[in-house]
């Protein structure tokens, strides 16, 4: 299997797909979202944030400005929009690297450029606007595993009828 593609209709749908996604997810896991402006890459976010217990009361917004927010769930989580970085080597200061290694969930906006610097094996969800679907992909053994779990348990009806390829 190359590619998952999950129908998301609804914001309902949407947080269902980032629950799915969380309960797969574990310490220095590596999730890059992409998608045009619009397409719900941090409503996605803060779904996956939620369902692994960062608490309603804590706020989840764009990283746009701040380029990383920190999050504590059941595990820490680094949330990041490296759409303003121009070049590889600004990602250093961000400490994304370190904090992976060190078993930081990394969910990066924008950061389909950057998956080597981020260390690897992403599991990359590529969202679309007409119609709305995510297409999840791997690039590693880790994120095959994850990408393979996630479609062993995706419900038919929220599956494209091309969700399945490879």
Do not use: N
């Not at 990602?91 to 078993?103: H, I, N």
């Not at 389909?112 to 990359?124: M, P, T």
Request: hydrophobic share 40%; net charge positive.
């Amino acid at each position: 299997m190359s590619e998952l593609v999950v129908e998301l209709p609804t914001r309902r749908a949407t947080r269902e797909h980032g629950r799915s996604l969380a309960a797969l997810l574990g310490p220095g896991d590596l999730v890059v979202l992409s998608g045009p402006l619009g397409s719900g890459k941090t409503f996605l976010a803060r779904a996956l944030c939620r369902a692994l217990g960062v608490p309603r009361e804590e706020r989840v917004t764009s990283p746009t400005f701040g380029l990383v927010h920190e999050y504590t769930g059941r595990l820490p989580i680094r949330h990041a929009d490296l759409y303003r970085i121009e070049r590889a080597g600004e990602l250093r200061e961000l400490g994304l690297d370190a904090a992976r290694d060190d078993g930081a969930l990394l969910v990066v906006e924008w950061g389909e450029a950057y998956q080597r610097e981020l260390g690897g094996d992403a599991l990359l969800v590529r969202l679309a606007l007409e119609p709305r679907k995510s297409h999840v992909s791997a690039t590693g053994a880790r994120s095959l595993a994850i990408l393979q779990r996630l479609s062993a348990a995706a419900p038919a009806g929220r599956l494209d009828a091309h969700g399945q390829s490879g």
